[in-house]
Structures are given as C-alpha cells and as structure tokens.
C-alpha cells in the first residue's frame, strides 16, 4: 500500500516568495494532518482536517500560513510570503478514524 | 495542558544489547494513547509501538517493548538485541482519547556502536 506521500521532499527558495507544500494521504483515511519540525519546537501540529473539512487550525502560526483539501486524496499548505524562520521539516500526516497517524517523509523548506 | 518530557537527549549503546528509552507525561485524564515514533537519517517518521491506557499489559512488538506505569506517568521504550538499523531519534507521543492532536516530546537520539 502507498504510503502518506509529500511533494516536494526539499525546497529552497527566497524570503517573500510563495511557498506550496502539497499532501496525499493513504487511501481511506480520513483525518489529515500537517505538523512542523524545528530544532527549537520540535514537533507541532498546526491544523487537522476530517472529511477534508478543516477542525483544529489553533497551531497556524500566522495568517501568512493557509491550508486546503480540496479533496480526500488532496492537501495543500502554503505559506505567503515566506520568511526566513519558517525554514523547518513539515510533515503531512493521515489516519483512519482514531487509528494511529501514519507520516509522509516530510518537505525540508529552506528560506533564504 | 499536556506536556511529554524525554529526559535523555542522546543515548547510545553496544550493537546486540538492550537499551531503554525514558518518557513521563503530564495529564489528568485517564483515557489516553502513548506512541512511541522512529525519525531515521532518512526523516520520516514510523510508528514503533503504542499502548492504551486502560489496558494495563505491556504493548510488545517484535524487540520492542514498553513499560507502561500509569500512576507514575511513565512510558519507557525497551529496545532488545540492538541493531545498528536501530539507530535514529525516538520520539514518545501523547494522544487524549476522543482527540486527534498528537503532543511528542523533545526526541532521543539513539546511536549504536558496532
């Protein structure tokens, strides 16, 4: 079975510019998460959707970061316009109900 | 709030041997789920092992095992017969039941000496 599967797996680009992190969860699931990974934080969930509808976005850090599901197979996080401290691993994860998350490999976003 | 706290920054230990991993939670629920996740070099994350906290056997998978002691809020990882694939950061995660947010402690990074 496929996997959670993030795209890119590096990005690198310059402070101002938009960022798009794009998300497939595994078939069947329908909660998805996206979580951020700094030395400083470490893990943190920033929102979570079920049935593709957003649930908790309590984690966004600031109106500069949306996300969308536009459907079951499909997630996007994007962040407008970027800044240097948003550089971090993001994580999209998925699960089945109260299942555990089963993670993607992450995108490493470096902003200049 | 919940809190999970991973005292041991790094740990290492001989190819072969048995390594246990610490992890405390704060919480005043009585149902919850505890994860324990695996962060190779390659970056993703895989699940280990989880335990329910109303049930009181030890969750066991393969050469991982867990001690579970709930009034202590405790939830250590044992690793047996260690393996250099073994090696990566280990993160412990609290999950309040009925909720989804996962909430990982710091992360042990586990090296193993050949």
């Known amino acids: 079975d496929a996997g959670v599967i993030q795209s890119p797996r590096h990005e690198v680009t310059e402070m101002g510019q938009e960022v798009t992190l794009r998300c497939k969860p595994i078939?069947?699931?329908?909660?998805l998460f996206w979580y951020r990974q700094t030395m400083m934080r470490g893990l943190e969930l920033l929102i979570y959707?079920?049935?593709?509808?957003?649930?908790?976005d309590s984690g966004m850090p600031e109106d500069r970061f949306s996300a969308k599901m536009p459907n079951a197979s499909f997630s996007t996080l994007k962040i407008q316009p970027s800044e240097p401290r948003d550089s971090a691993v993001y994580f999209c994860a998925s699960s089945r109900g109260r299942g555990p998350q089963h993670f993607g490999d992450g995108t490493r976003l470096s902003i200049l | 709030a919940q809190t999970v706290t991973q005292s041991q920054p790094e740990m290492s230990v001989q190819e072969a041997e048995t390594v246990t991993l610490s992890c405390t939670y704060d919480t005043s629920e009585s149902d919850y789920y505890l994860f324990w996740y695996k962060q190779p070099p390659s970056r993703q994350m895989i699940l280990v092992i989880r335990?329910?906290?109303?049930?009181?056997q030890n969750a066991t998978e393969n050469r991982f095992s867990v001690n579970f002691q709930k009034a202590a809020k405790s939830f250590s990882l044992k690793i047996s017969d260690s393996q250099l694939g073994d090696a990566a950061m280990y993160f412990c995660?609290?999950?309040?039941?009925?909720?989804?947010?996962?909430?990982f402690g710091q992360g042990t990074r586990l090296t193993i000496n050949p």
């Open positions: 078939s069947g699931h329908d909660y």
């Open positions: 335990q329910e906290a109303y049930k009181q």
């Open positions: 959707f079920n049935n593709n509808v957003p649930i908790d």
């Open positions: 995660a609290y999950r309040l039941q009925g909720a989804q947010k996962l909430v």
